[in-house]
Structures are given as structure tokens and as C-alpha cells.
């Protein structure tokens, strides 16, 4: 409860107050000096009686409970120098600040025009004076008619914001107008607050229509004949057009109540993200996790957010409006649909799942939610890859020929295969370096260039590390038009290397350490081949630097706010969570041609694919039986690459 004396008391407070000997009629001195805010009397004018009726009003608000008290900071004189009363503003401030804080009451300092706190500095003084005490009303209307810049404010004063008048203003007459519709940066100041996790109160201060009482609280004419420019017909029609205002900007402000199920090394990574203020538009309101530890860690860290056991206990909650999946791999699609079914928006980390049959279904019941399902593509987002597609979409050199990416910059220890009993299992994992570290870039390999139509590969199972998974890859693609394409990855290569080569008719594009690097040719290879004259010609060209924009990378953060983005405002996600089945398919046509010996064609056999991963699971160290349902309710916490 917050008790503003500037306005009217209830019922129930006017008899508690009477207990008191409070009347509210304005006959006795009691109920002047209650209906004049506190601090709102001239630097100059006798303070004791003010503290006087100060202590009695916070008697009162002991009786009605109530926890703040908003005051001011003293009326100035044009000719009063604020330097020549500054120690007295604090002195009296700092009295009334004092009594409240010993009987267990807040004070809350409002900046206002012709008061000493009447601009954002000036404020800040106050309240640092004393010393903690004292928290801020921020008015973002009196400060427009200071002409002062509301968000300059806002970031000066941010720690110390308690509650807000929703309440707007032009800087050019100071008039007032409905929430928004002025230039005191409303809707920005209040999405920045609902961004804090602790409760901020707005309180509806409208200031549309001259009202009974006006003159008693306040001493501005100038704000009087703003008041009067407006043309409500009735004060009922001017507080609507003020509470229809403001509940249009809390609306666009709120953030997305979000639930990170999960809460292992990528979970706890997209908290962290949260906590240094890099999802301005999210919220985390809630986790899960079967582990009590992590738990006691998201208790720690996000103190607020509610806490679960399972799965399935956020994702029935009401707490959250999306939800940021990061568990291990064979829990991302049955997670994703139920969440889905749950009403709830959702980013699933990479990969979409173990086997595209699972992930088929999973995408066919996101077709017919109208929720907004994206995943983790975060390398979507480098500037290098970007400019990579970019060159091949724009076909400026051709056609592909051939397309070449080495990956093998993965080196781990069998140090880091011990620290999980999940790891590198076909029960935990469903893989190993394929479906670890390199569905980033087999995802990026279809984006830039496309899916092939057949895959032939060697995988080679604990060739460097004691495991069962696969931890060194060959693939050898073929391209509908012809082109063809090879993917080397290993986790056992130290130091390894990171090129991609596509080779274009006109050109062969390399891309390595940061730098993108193109040979262009003089004339066509296909041209060239038909019209050469010498059988051991090749055709002149040259070695071009290409520019790209060199951003900095965000990553994660970039894929959760483009998520948060596409559910308020419509704008693009950076992966469809749909296209995860795509880099998916290479992985398990990798894998089945390497079971099988021979080359597969694709779309893969589905079914056969599952049949073969069954064989491997109940051979899996992990666990003996295959893995038939997963069940919501089973979920590991440790989780990344």
C-alpha cells in the first residue's frame, strides 16, 4: 500500500484516521497539513509545525499499515539560491526520513517543479543524503516541465525508484497529456522498470482536468492552465483517457515471463545473460531442473522465479509465457511439443533432437500451434557466416561446384568425456561429435549452401578417446546440380583448423580465421574449359579481400531477443525452429551410411535410422534399453558442448 495524501482516502482510512483525531473536511490543522504533501511548503516557512503534523501522519500510516509516505523537498522563491539552502533542504529531509525509518515507514521523494529536487541531479543529492533511507517517485511529466531529459533521469535515478507516476508531458508549453502521447519517454521508462526483477508500483497521477482541491496541493498556475487546455467533459472521462493510456504502455512494455527448463551449463549461461541485462524483453520467472543443486543455484541467482522439479510442473505453472529448452538432446522435441501444448512460445537448443523422426513430429505439431517456436542457431548470427550466405545468395560468381569445410577445431580430452555419465553415449547423447559440437555448423553448411541429395561418410567410433560415439567424421555430399562437398570434424586434432572453401564458377570463396578471402576469375571455368585454345590453360584471375560488417557477435543472446522480438513485435527469428530437421538430416544420413557402408540418399529412411539407433542404444553404456518414449518428467541438468 502506498499513502499519498494528495489524493483521497478510502472509507476504511478515514475511520482508522478518525481514531486518531484526523478529519478529512480540511477544518482542523491535521487535515491541511495531511492534505498537503510533505515537503511542500516554501525553504523559508517554519518546518516545525510541518514535522509535527509529518510525525502524526506516520502514526497514521502505522494504523492503516501503510508502507510508504511520499514527500518533497521544499518550495524556492525565484530569488532563492538553492546553494545558499541546500544543508537545510537535506536537514529537513533527512528529520522526517529519520522519524519514518525508526517507526518502520519509507519515505519517497517526488521531483517537482519549483521544489530543490526538481531536477535529476538535484534529486540524487537528496537522496543520497540520506543515506539509503529515501527512495524515488519518479515523475516523468514534471520533469519534461523542468526540461529535463526524462531518460538521462531515469538512468541517473534508477537505483533509487520505488514507484512512478505514469503521467506524460510537452516540453514546449509543459502541458499535460494521457501517458505516451507526450515526450517524457513513458513507454521507455516503464518497459526499463518492468525489466527489474523486484515490484515497481505506477501509480495514475492524470492531471487531464482542473479538480475540487486543486489549489490546495498544488501552487503552479502554469500547470493549472495546462490542465485547462484539455476538453474532457467530466472528470470520469479524463481519468479514463489517463488509465486506458497507461494500461497500453504497460501492455507493450511487459516483458515475456520466461521458464528455463534446464538449468545445467546452457541454462544457467542464458541466466546469466538475463542478469547482465542482455534480454531486455525477457524475463526469467521461472525454472526446472531434477537436480536440487542447480536449483539451490537458480534459488540464489533468480531468487524470484518459482522452482520445479519437472518439466512438466513449469510448463503447467501459469509463470511463464515462453520457454528456453536446454536439456540433453533426445528430451528437445517431446519438451518442445508439450510446452506447445501448454500454450507456451518456445527456443529449443541445438540440436532439434537425436533422430529426424522424432523431430518430424515435432515440427508437424508446431505447424499447428499458433505459438512461435525458434532454435538455438546462434551462429547464425556471426557476421562472417551472415556475409558467406549473403555472397552465395546474391549468385554473383555462379554456380557451386564444390564445397569444403575442415572443422576440426574441437579438441577434448577424455577428461572432459568422464565428466558426464551421459556423455558421448547413444543413450545420453545419440552421438557424438555430429551431434555435440558440429550441429552449428552442419546447420550452416545447408543454410549457405543448400541441401545435398546423397551423403556417404566414415565415422569413426572412440577413434581418439575411450567412447562409443563417433569422434572423428569424413562426409562426402552430393548436390542435386552435380556439385559435390566434404566435412571433416574430429575432437581429437590439436591445433585443428576452421576453413571453409566454396568453390562458385566464377570463383572459389575461402573463409578462415575471421577473414574472408575470394579468388576471382577473369572468366567463367565453364566458359573458359569450352573456349580455351591450350589443353593446360587456366583462366587469369586475382585475390580479392571481401568487407564484411564486423559486429560484434551476440550470439545466444541475439537468438533469445530476435525470439522475444518476433512474439511482440513480429520482426524475423533467427532460425525457424523447423529448419533444425535440416543439419539434423545430414547428421543421421552421416551416421546410417557409415552403419550401413554405403552411400544414402535423402531424405533418409526414417524408420530404418531409428531401428539402427535402437542397436546402439542397448548397447549403450548409458543405458541397456532402447529408448522408446520420454517420458516429461525425466530431465538431466547438465547440458552443452
Known amino acids: 500500500m502506498i499513502i499519498d495524501f494528495s489524493g483521497g482516502w478510502s472509507f476504511q482510512h478515514i475511520q482508522a484516521a478518525k481514531k486518531r483525531g484526523f478529519t478529512r473536511t480540511g477544518r482542523s490543522d491535521n487535515a491541511r497539513h495531511i492534505s498537503r504533501a510533505y515537503g511542500k511548503i516554501n525553504i523559508k516557512d517554519d518546518f516545525e509545525p510541518h514535522f509535527e503534523a509529518f510525525k502524526n501522519t506516520v502514526e497514521v500510516a502505522k494504523i492503516l499499515e501503510a508502507k510508504y509516505i511520499r514527500i518533497f523537498s521544499f518550495f524556492f522563491d525565484k530569488e532563492d539560491s538553492y546553494d545558499d539552502y541546500k544543508e537545510e533542504v537535506f536537514r529537513r529531509v533527512k528529520a522526517m526520513v529519520d522519524y519514518a525509518d525508526e517507526n518502520g515507514i519509507m519515505c519517497c521523494h517526488e521531483n517537482e517543479k519549483g521544489i530543490y529536487g526538481d531536477t535529476a541531479e538535484r534529486c540524487l543529492e537528496v537522496l543520497e543524503a540520506c543515506g539509503g533511507k529515501l527512495r524515488a517517485v519518479f515523475d516523468p511529466a514534471n520533469f519534461v516541465q523542468c526540461g529535463v531529459d526524462t531518460l538521462k533521469a531515469y538512468e541517473l535515478l534508477e ?33 526499463k522498470l518492468s525489466f527489474k526483477w ?10 487531464l482536468k482542473v479538480f475540487e482541491g486543486f489549489d490546495s496541493l498544488e501552487n503552479d498556475d502554469e500547470t ?34 520466461t521458464g ?26 521461472a525454472v526446472a531442473d531434477i ?94 557466416f551472415r556475409k558467406m550466405k549473403e555472397i552465395v545468395d546474391s549468385g554473383k560468381y555462379g554456380e557451386i561446384r564444390r564445397v569444403n569445410w575442415i572443422i576440426t577445431d574441437w579438441y577434448r580430452t577424455q577428461a572432459y568425456y568422464n565428466s558426464g555419465g551421459w556423455r558421448a553415449t547413444w543413450s545420453g547423447e545419440g552421438g557424438g561429435v555430429l551431434l555435440n559440437q558440429c550441429p ?62 566454396i568453390t562458385r564458377d566464377r570463383a572459389k570463396i575461402v573463409c578462415e580465421n575471421d577473414r574472408i578471402r575470394a579468388y576471382v576469375l577473369d572468366q567463367s571455368m565453364t566458359e573458359f574449359s569450352k573456349t580455351a585454345e591450350e589443353g593446360f590453360a587456366k583462366p587469369n584471375g586475382h585475390w580479392e579481400d ?62 530404418l535410422f531409428y531401428a539402427e539407433l535402437q542397436k546402439k542404444i542397448a548397447s549403450s553404456s548409458g543405458k541397456k534399453e532402447p529408448v522408446k518414449e520420454v517420458v516429461v518428467e525425466d530431465m538431466s541438468s547438465t547440458y552443452g558442448s
Open 291 to 384: 537436480n536440487p543443486e542447480r536449483l539451490e543455484w537458480a534459488k540464489k541467482n533468480v531468487p524470484w522465479a518459482k522452482r520445479y522439479s519437472t518439466a512438466k510442473e513449469l510448463f503447467e505453472s501459469g509463470e511463464c509465457d515462453a520457454v528456453i529448452i536446454a536439456v540433453p538432446h533426445y528430451f528437445h522435441p517431446p519438451y518442445v511439443i508439450e510446452a506447445l501444448k501448454n500454450g507456451l512460445h518456445v527456443v529449443s537448443e541445438k540440436p532439434a533432437g537425436v533422430y529426424t523422426k522424432q523431430v518430424r513430429e515435432m515440427n508437424e505439431f508446431a505447424a499447428k500451434s499458433d505459438k512461435v517456436f525458434a532454435m538455438m542457431f546462434n551462429q547464425r548470427t556471426n557476421c562472417v
Open 159 to 191: 537505483d533509487y525508484i520505488e514507484y512512478m507516476h505514469v503521467k506524460d508531458a510537452m516540453y514546449s508549453d509543459g502541458q499535460v497529456v494521457p501517458a505516451g502521447e507526450g515526450e517524457g519517454n513513458v513507454e521507455k521508462i516503464i518497459g
Open 198 to 207: 523486484k515490484r515497481i508500483i505506477l501509480s495514475l497521477e492524470p492531471h
Open 260 to 285: 528455463i527448463v534446464g538449468v545445467g551449463n546452457m541454462g544457467s549461461s542464458h541466466i546469466r545473460n538475463f542478469l547482465d541485462g542482455e534480454m531486455s524483453e525477457m524475463r526469467v520467472t
Open 440 to 501: 552449428h555448423q552442419l546447420d550452416l553448411w545447408q543454410w549457405i549452401t543448400g541441401m545435398p541429395a546423397s551423403i556417404q561418410a566414415q565415422c569413426s567410433i572412440g577413434k581418439w578417446h575411450n567412447i562409443e560415439v563417433e569422434d572423428d567424421v569424413t562426409i562426402y555430399a552430393e548436390y542435386p546440380n552435380g556439385a559435390t562437398g566434404v566435412f571433416i570434424t574430429t575432437t581429437g586434432d590439436a591445433p585443428g583448423t576452421n576453413r571453409l572453401e
Open 224 to 257: 493549472k492552465k495546462g490542465m485547462d487546455k484539455h476538453t474532457y467533459a467530466s472528470y470520469k472521462e479524463s481519468f479514463k483517457a489517463a488509465a486506458d493510456a497507461m494500461h497500453k504502455l504497460v501492455e507493450k512494455a511487459q516483458p515475456i515471463r
Open 546 to 607: 571481401i568487407d564484411y560488417v564486423d559486429t560484434d557477435t551476440e550470439q545466444h543472446v541475439a537468438v533469445t531477443n530476435a525470439f522475444a522480438a518476433h512474439i511482440l513485435h513480429g520482426t524475423p527469428l533467427i532460425a525457424r525452429g523447423e529448419e533444425g530437421i535440416n543439419g539434423l538430416t545430414i547428421s543421421n544420413a552421416a551416421h546410417l551410411s557409415s552403419w550401413l557402408g554405403k552411400k544414402v540418399t535423402l531424405p533418409i529412411d526414417e524408420d
